[in-house]
């Protein structure tokens, strides 16, 4: 079992920046892939970026390329999502996840432990 546990959400302006968190305590964290997936309202779940094992390779959505960066510290057994350059369209409650895979991240159904979810709204 792996617990995991988003942080750093909140309300902000367009344009500005969050660092969400997502602390994962049970299993080795660093045999896991980890993802970041939102969900807005009245919408599907979306995948949002993924990075692998060790850190060296990393995927993301076409909406978010160039202004959001993941990153992990297996040490802390901690992933981080950097977010900038905020959007209204990227209100949503944000989830990080994690796979044993690392073919098929960009589908939600690959992942086998969630987190409870982190709220982001961005303001006009």
């Known amino acids: 079992q792996v617990q995991l546990v988003e942080s750093g959400g909140g309300l902000v302006q367009a344009g500005g920046s969050l660092r969400l968190s997502c602390a994962a305590s049970?299993?080795?964290?660093?045999?896991?892939?980890m993802g970041w997936f939102r969900q807005a309202p009245g919408k599907e779940r979306e995948f949002v970026s993924a990075i692998s094992w060790r850190g060296l390779s990393t995927k993301y959505a076409d909406s978010v390329k160039g202004r959001f960066t993941i990153s992990r510290d297996n040490a802390k057994n901690t992933v981080y999502l950097q977010m900038n350059t905020l959007e209204p369209e990227d209100t949503a409650v944000y989830y990080c996840a994690a796979a044993t895979t690392w073919a098929g991240v960009r589908n939600w159904d690959q992942y086998d432990y969630w987190g409870q979810g982190t709220q982001v709204t961005v303001s006009s």
């Open positions: 049970g299993r080795t964290f660093s045999g896991y892939a």
